[in-house]
């Protein structure tokens, strides 16, 4: 199979998985009541009842046939429009817009510095295999690992707050501007929260994959003919890359989502997780569905740059 083919074939896999969920969840909440239908009945007369229950069916196209719902859904999904949310009384992709930005400013330098910072530190944990780097590199990445995301957070709070008196400054406001320089500060704390979180399981998985190199016959060679140490990393890692990419991306992704709602529950950030924990909490169905189908297109997304970077780093996919 040649590169091209393979690479449309996971193409139309992706779409089709995105297709199928897309119409499960539609399916799950044409067939599920509305709870912002069901609870304002309560204390209501029967005729008072079926009124509103008409007019909330009506605004929401629920009397609509389920067909023409269905191609709507789809069709809305498809073009990003994910609704209104009556909670908010607004266009739940505006709502999404202002989150979202948030949400990028910290998460993005914390992933940089993941991936980098922990590839690094688990490669150079390899090469030196049992030395003092290992064991502060592995026993780091062990604790990251095992502490809970809250956990951390908390403890950075009070480090910031009792020991260098900086609780001000990395507190959220507000009253300000979500991105202004005022709040830029605020953004720091969470990003070495995740950082944390994503920098221990990339070492771990740096680390393992490299040592599956070392004893190879290229690094022997490499070793017998008076290489330098930096240049044998170099090609441990370049014939690494392929499952460590593998590897890191799904585990990443799972990371990623669980650290980013719980900080910013904790810190206070009005960023994506945050949104998504308190529209569950005040039942707004719209953003409920976004910030559900945003995570999942996300994940599909990087299903398939894993399996684009797969194939170009590894070109025995042709053959296989």
């Not at 009384?89 to 989150?99: F, M, Q, T, Y």
């Not at 400054?169 to 991105?179: F, K, T």
């Not at 950082?195 to 771990?204: E, F």
């Not at 976004?290 to 053959?319: H, K, S």
Request: glycine share 8%.
């Amino acid at each position: 199979m040649t590169t091209g083919r393979y690479l449309l074939r996971r193409t139309a896999w992706t779409l089709f998985v995105a297709y199928l969920i897309l119409s499960a969840t539609f399916f799950v909440f044409a067939f599920t009541p509305d709870p912002n239908q069901q609870g304002p009945q309560f204390g209501m007369s029967r005729e008072e009842a079926e009124e509103f229950k008409s007019q909330y069916a009506a605004a929401h196209n629920y009397d609509e046939p389920l067909a023409d719902r269905y191609v709507e859904w789809m069709t809305a999904y498809a073009t990003l429009e994910f609704g209104y949310s009556y909670v908010r009384d607004r266009p739940v992709s505006a709502v999404l817009g202002e989150s979202i930005p948030v949400t990028l400013a910290y998460l993005v330098p914390a992933l940089l510095f993941s991936l980098v910072g922990g590839v690094l530190l688990g490669l150079l944990a390899a090469m030196f295999r049992g030395g003092p780097l290992d064991w502060v590199v592995s026993g780091g990445a062990y604790v990251g690992m095992g502490v809970p995301a809250f956990v951390a957070a908390v403890l950075v709070t009070l480090l910031a707050g009792e020991y260098a008196g900086v609780a001000s400054i990395i507190q959220w406001s507000a009253e300000r501007s979500a991105l202004s320089a005022a709040n830029l500060p605020a953004l720091v704390v969470p990003a070495v929260v995740v950082a944390l979180n994503l920098s221990a399981v990339m070492v771990r998985y740096a680390r393992a994959e490299s040592l599956e190199y070392l004893p190879a016959e290229f690094v022997k060679t490499l070793r017998a003919n008076g290489a330098r140490t930096r240049d044998v990393a170099r090609h441990v890692l370049k014939n690494a890359s392929v499952p460590l990419f593998s590897v890191a991306v799904s585990e990443l992704l799972t990371v990623l989502f669980v650290s980013v709602i719980v900080v910013e529950v904790v810190f206070g950030i009005p960023g994506f997780g945050r949104l998504a924990f308190v529209a569950i909490e005040e039942r707004d169905i719209g953003v409920i569905l976004a910030t559900t189908f945003v995570p999942v297109a996300v994940g599909l997304g990087g299903n398939l740059l894993q399996d684009i970077v797969y194939a170009v780093l590894d070109p025995r996919i042709e053959t296989e």
